[in-house]
């Protein structure tokens, strides 16, 4: 089973304020997950303002705006897709990744 592990930063998150530490809490969790063979993809996001979004009008075509398609003051930052045996599995390396990123997470199921 795949599932999303996805962190969330606020809208103004600033990747200064990351430590060393921090960085290195997240790569220690990649190499676990990596040599666990559960980590199918990961990556992280630009910042939000950089998003557009597009949406189909009635008129049939594309309207492209600047900036995320929900207005909240969190995103997602970055995400890991990982492939492991159940949703307890997930549980445990979404809450490794909350506590390596300093950052709420979410775990979804895929279809």
Same mark, same amino acid.
């Given at each position: 089973?795949?599932?999303?592990?996805?962190?969330?930063?606020?809208?103004?998150?600033?990747?200064?304020?990351?430590?060393?530490?921090?960085?290195?809490?997240?790569?220690?969790?990649?190499?676990?997950?990596?040599?666990?063979?559960?980590?199918?993809? *990961?990556?992280? &996001?630009?910042?939000?303002?950089?998003?557009? /979004?597009?949406? +189909?009008? !009635?008129?049939?075509?594309? @309207?492209?705006?600047?900036?995320?398609?929900?207005?909240?003051?969190?995103?997602?930052?970055?995400?890991?897709?990982?492939? *492991?045996?159940? &949703?307890?599995?997930?549980?445990?390396?979404? /809450?490794?990744? +909350?506590? !390596?990123?300093?950052?709420? @997470?979410?775990?979804?199921?895929?279809?």
């Amino acid at each position: 089973m795949q599932y999303l592990v996805a962190i969330y930063r606020p809208d103004d998150y600033d990747d200064a304020r990351e430590s060393a530490a921090m960085a290195a809490d997240i790569d220690a969790l990649n190499r676990d997950m990596v040599a666990a063979g559960v980590r199918t993809f *990961v990556g992280g &996001l630009q910042p939000v303002r950089r998003a557009r /979004s597009l949406r +189909a009008s !009635a008129a049939g075509d594309t @309207v492209i705006t600047d900036g995320p398609y929900s207005e909240a003051k969190e995103h997602i930052g970055g995400f890991w897709v990982l492939e *492991v045996a159940d &949703l307890e599995a997930a549980l445990n390396w979404g /809450s490794r990744a +909350a506590v !390596a990123c300093r950052a709420p @997470v979410e775990v979804r199921p895929f279809y």
